[in-house]
């Protein structure tokens, strides 16, 4: 941390609507937007394309909504966080709700480093038999073992998506149709992905809505 930046805010958002075919990228990018019209007093990046102090917590894949997104933004002068939270969402995109700003001690770990896991419910499109999906969810979880490749930098690689997997189970929803609740590991290089597991319980990654609802930091 260099000593011109005095506030370390941190933003819990959520992504939905027309927000949730926003990619990554493109998501960093509209809140660096939000950031500059708001006249908020952000540190930037040195160089020709200066850009915000912003860090994301995790990647939100494309077409996922979320109701708990984090992100660190660094200050030059200090701001009251909800004065900052009004004047981000008064020029934020649709699709993108601001619901809380709050002071973070300037020299905590990085968002990226603190991550524990992620909570997400997954509701499939198609009717599912109530009953044989939690057969397949019990029969997943007393597995000890869940091998499946995932391509990492061109190649294909073997991972044990089971450890990856802290719990799961099915939302008390009847009579509407169940939704699955994942609590996946999400650290550096140990990041359970719920397409992953859709595909271990037999249903389509593309024919299920995958919504996040939690990020755990270490502190927590």
Known sequence: MQADYVQRLRMTFGKDGPARYISHLDLARTLERALNR??????????????????????????????????????????????????????????????QMADVPLPAPSLQASTVESTYVATPLDPVDRQELAAQIETLLAATQLLREREHKGKMKVYDLRPLILDLSLTDTLP?????????????????????VLLALGIDPLAARIHRTRIVLQDE
């Open 38 to 99: 708001a006249g908020l007093p952000v540190a930037y990046t040195h160089g020709f394309n200066r850009r915000p102090r912003l860090q994301m917590a995790t990647a939100l894949p494309l077409g996922y909504t979320s109701e708990y997104e984090l992100a660190d933004v660094l200050m030059v002068e200090r701001v009251e966080p909800e004065v900052a939270r009004q004047q981000l969402m008064a020029r934020m995109a649709s699709g993108i709700e601001v619901y």
């Open 176 to 196: 509407m149709p169940p939704a699955i609740q994942m609590r996946l590991l999400l650290q550096p290089s140990l990041t359970g992905r719920p397409d992953e």
